[in-house]
């Protein structure tokens, strides 16, 4: 074991009472205010001990270096021998990296404005298709930010299973209905499925040219191209942003067309103001680092196997399930970037859900169960409806009310009226839910996956995992004969009678 993980490994464990006793200034050190964001990592078992085992681990691990490799447009994917440019996307990169990205943009902004102004017609419903990263992105900023937007109702379709599909066309006028499919490959099963069904539903509408209101967001146009789309509808991006990291490239265009382009820019530019701060701020007042000491911290030194968080905003339910593949896809790995075994637990399992719903199905696990879990919770202090502002009171009183129970816990003589207490959480704290604030939040929560994986040894932008089930997939479906496991055979021959 490398020196610096040992000191980790070494770190006490006082109670969260204790740090609080022991150092005042606690509030003061750990909280920080950035890019409209306050993030509150007071109530986690970051003690100064435990903050200068992982500087130490990060001076270990070169994160300075490996932070400046990936803004410099370096090989940090070495395992598919290419760089990782999201940041690129918001004007933070290689110089030629970043005038890439803004001719794509400009690219995008002009097919925008085509469509505004009618030139596919009157287009009101927009048809999302892809999965994985070229959808949860856009789901998210939709959700969250378009609610009031009004100008076009957007559906996204990522389940092979086509009842999403119809549902989601169910109040669509196909002649009015903007076909988006978003697949950084093109060549994914779901999404060339879902497609293909998508272009019968326009023609069986009556559409004569579905493929003229077919637009495609990929890193692959020759493949797009090669479907049947027309060159100028294709919107592509560069190979070196992340399926996962995607949202910033054209891969946003529903968002960027269903909430305009201005607040789309304004996305990128709170997603480069953390982009900056993750690259200037010391690391002991730098928001994404401290998140992943955090992480590391429960999970390498206290065993921590998940982290839950709270979307305390109805606007943010969304949230969670985003941060899944961010987090999974990117740290579930079990070697190192030399191809060693990591040694140590990687991504941490992450799941969560909904305040306050959450509170009255979860929460008891959280308080009294024999698991430890960090939570984190996301709030905003601006309510996003007009309804009488006691709602919004009530939530942020619940959020607040919950981290302090689990770190207060109470004593009872009883045990099932016991809690034990000395339970960890982070608050982050929008000041309002707008494009600007949530494109920092989403850049933060990137840095923070990466420097969790520079801590860990890992390359966060590969994703060989999904591989081998998507090609066992593909063999059955060509009937090939591969001596399938007794189960696996039985279940075939049950449901598909082959
Ligand atoms: O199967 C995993 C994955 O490759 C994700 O990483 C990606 O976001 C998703 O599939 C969709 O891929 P594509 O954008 O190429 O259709």
């Known amino acids: 074991m490398s020196d610096a993980w040992q000191a980790v490994g070494q770190l006490g464990t006082r109670t969260l009472q204790e740090l609080f006793a022991a150092e005042a200034d606690r509030v003061q050190r750990l909280t920080l205010e950035e890019a409209g964001i306050r993030f509150d990592f007071a109530k986690t078992h970051l003690g100064e001990d435990a903050l200068a085992a992982f500087e130490a681990l990060a001076e270990q691990q070169d994160l300075a270096a490996a932070r400046d490799a990936l803004f410099a447009g370096a090989e940090v994917n070495p395992t598919e021998g290419r760089a990782a440019e999201h940041s690129a996307e918001r004007g933070q990169g290689a110089p030629e990296s970043v005038a890439r990205a803004s001719t794509l943009h400009a690219r995008m902004r002009a097919l925008i404005d085509a469509i505004e102004a009618e030139a596919f017609g009157p287009i009101r419903h927009i048809l999302h298709i892809g999965i994985g990263g070229s959808a949860l992105g856009p789901d998210f900023l939709i959700d969250a930010l378009g609610r009031d937007a009004g100008r076009y109702d957007a559906a996204i379709v990522s389940n092979v299973d086509a009842a999403a599909l119809e549902e989601a066309v169910a109040d669509f006028d196909p002649h009015s209905t903007l076909l988006a499919v978003a697949s950084k490959t093109f060549t994914t099963m ?12 326009l023609e069986q509408g009556g559409v004569a040219d579905p493929y003229g209101q077919m637009v ?42 269903a909430l305009g382009w201005e607040a789309f820019e304004q996305m990128l530019e709170g997603a480069a103001a953390m982009d900056r701060h993750f690259r200037l701020a010391p690391l002991s007042r730098n928001a994404p680092v401290l998140a992943a000491f955090v992480d590391r911290y429960y999970a390498n030194v206290r065993g921590c196997e998940t982290r839950a968080v709270f979307a ?29 075994p990591v040694g140590r637990a990687s991504s941490q399992i992450t799941w969560g859900g909904v305040g306050t719903d959450a509170q009255h199905a979860v929460f008891q696990l959280l308080h009294q169960g024999t698991h430890l879990v960090p939570v984190e919770f996301v709030a905003a202090v601006e309510p996003g409806h007009s309804y009488d502002e006691e709602h919004h009171r009530q939530l942020l009183i619940n959020c607040f009310a919950q ?14 009226r016991n809690y034990p207490g000395d339970r960890p959480s982070t608050t982050i704290l929008l000041d309002r839910v ?16 990466f420097v969790n994986a520079v801590l860990l040894g890992i390359n966060p932008f590969d994703q060989f995992g999904v591989e081998l ?15 399938f496991d007794p189960s696996t055979e039985a279940l075939i021959a049950r449901a598909l009678g082959e």
């Open 190 to 201: 779901e999404t060339l499925l879902n497609t293909r069904s998508a272009l019968a539903w």
């Open 216 to 257: 495609a967001l990929t890193a692959a146009p020759d493949k797009a191209i090669e479907f049947g789309v027309d060159e100028t509808r294709i919107l592509p991006f560069s190979e070196t942003v992340g399926g996962r990291y995607s949202l910033w490239s054209s891969i946003g265009f529903p968002a960027a067309l």
């Open 403 to 416: 981290g302090a129970a689990l770190m207060a816990g109470k004593g009872s003589e009883d045990p099932h």
């Open 312 to 340: 305390y905003d109805e606007r943010l339910r969304l949230l969670p399930s985003y941060l899944q593949q961010l987090e999974m896809e990117s740290n579930g790995k079990s070697v190192k970037l030399d191809g060693t």
């Open 434 to 449: 707008d494009p600007f604030t949530i494109g920092a939040l989403l850049a933060f929560y990137e840095h923070r996956t």
């Open 469 to 483: 089930g998507k090609s066992m997939a593909k063999a059955i479906d060509n009937g090939e004969d591969l001596g």
